[in-house]
C-alpha cells in the first residue's frame, strides 16, 4: 500500500448513512454496496473500510485503521478494556436521527421502586456498554452485576434484568417500553480520531486535518442558508439592522452609487419571517441559496 493512502474507518450501522451524507456535504462522494465492506470514494489517497461504531476505536488504536468516526461512548469503553488510547481530531454532533448528542441512560420499569441509581444496590443491569456502566457504578459505590447485552436491551426488565443502561436519542423507545429514566451515565457523539502514530506521519497529519476542517465546514452549514439583497444607500442602517449574521454582513458598492449589495448567513428557519420585513424595508432582489460548508 502506498504511503499516500489514509486507512478511514466509516462506522457501520446507525451512523452509516447520516456520516456518508456528512462526509457528501463536506465534498467527499462514498459509494457503498451491501456485498462489500469497502466502499469507495472519489479521493484517490483515501481506502474506505465499515467497521461497527463499536469496534472502530480498537482498531484505530491499534493501527489498523488510520483514523476513523466512532462515538466517544464506544472510545471510553475502548480504553476501559484495553487501556489503549486514540487521538480525537474533531468533535462532530450529529447523531442518525439528528444534528445532537446522544445519552445512555439508566432506565427501569414505569411501576418499579427503583427512583435513584442507589436504590440498584444488587441488581442487575443489562447493556451494551458494560466497562463504562460498571466505572459509573464504581464512581457511586454501588455495587451491581452488569451484563452484556446482545440487543433488544429495553425488553429486559424486569424479567430478565433489573434497569438497563441504553442509548437514546429522542427517548421514544425507552418509553414505548414502559421504562423510566432516572439517570444518564454518559454523553456521546461521534468524534473523528486518529492512530498517534499516524499523526507523526506529516501527509496522513495532513491529510486528517483537511478531512477535519470540511467535515467542520459541512457541520457548521447545517440549518443555515446564504442571503444575498440589493438595497439603497439611504436604507441600508434599517435593512442590516434586521439582519442575524453568523458574524457581520457583507456589503459592497454596485455599478449605481445608490445601491449597494448586502450578504450574509442566517438560520434558514428565521427565512419565512425575515424576507417579508427585508421587502417592507425596501430591499431588492433578495435571494436566498443553500450552502454546504462554513469554514469558521
Do not use: H
Not at 171 to 195: C, F, H, K, M, Y
Not at 240 to 266: C, F, H, K, M
Amino acid at each position: 500500500m502506498s504511503d499516500k493512502t489514509l486507512r478511514l474507518g466509516i462506522p457501520k450501522g446507525s451512523l452509516q448513512e447520516s456520516t456518508i451524507q456528512l462526509f457528501a456535504n463536506a465534498g467527499f462522494n462514498i459509494y457503498t454496496s451491501s456485498r462489500s465492506y469497502f466502499p469507495a470514494i472519489d479521493d484517490p489517497e483515501i481506502k474506505c473500510t465499515l467497521i461497527r461504531a463499536q469496534e472502530m476505536a480498537r482498531y484505530v488504536g491499534d493501527g489498523a485503521l488510520d483514523a476513523g468516526l466512532t462515538g466517544q461512548d464506544w472510545i471510553a469503553e475502548n480504553q476501559a478494556a484495553t487501556g489503549n488510547t486514540v487521538t480525537a481530531v474533531a468533535d462532530l454532533v450529529y447523531s442518525k436521527q439528528s444534528f445532537r448528542k446522544i445519552r445512555w441512560v439508566l432506565a427501569v420499569p414505569e411501576d418499579s421502586t427503583y427512583r435513584t441509581p442507589q436504590d440498584l444496590s444488587g441488581a442487575t443491569i443489562a447493556t451494551e456498554l458494560v466497562r463504562v456502566t460498571e466505572a459509573y457504578f464504581q464512581r457511586l459505590d454501588v455495587p451491581v452485576k452488569v451484563e452484556f447485552s446482545w440487543g433488544a436491551t429495553e425488553v429486559k426488565p424486569p424479567l430478565l434484568a433489573d434497569a438497563i443502561v441504553e442509548a437514546t436519542e429522542t427517548g421514544s423507545t425507552i418509553r414505548a417500553n414502559r421504562l423510566r429514566v432516572i439517570d444518564t451515565v454518559i454523553e456521546s457523539n461521534p468524534q473523528l480520531i486518529a492512530n498517534t502514530a499516524t499523526l507523526e506521519d506529516r501527509w496522513k497529519a495532513t491529510k486528517v486535518e483537511n478531512i477535519a476542517l470540511l467535515l467542520r465546514a459541512a457541520m457548521e452549514a447545517q440549518g443555515r442558508v446564504g442571503l444575498m439583497l440589493n438595497v439603497r444607500q439611504a436604507d441600508v442602517d434599517t435593512v442590516v439592522g434586521l439582519l442575524p449574521a453568523l458574524q457581520r454582513p457583507t456589503v459592497a458598492p454596485l455599478s449605481d452609487n445608490d445601491w449597494v449589495a448586502v450578504t450574509t448567513i442566517i438560520e434558514e428557519s428565521s427565512v419565512r419571517d425575515l424576507i417579508p420585513k427585508l421587502k417592507a424595508a425596501r430591499a431588492e432582489g433578495i435571494v436566498e441559496y443553500p450552502l454546504n460548508k462554513v469554514v469558521l
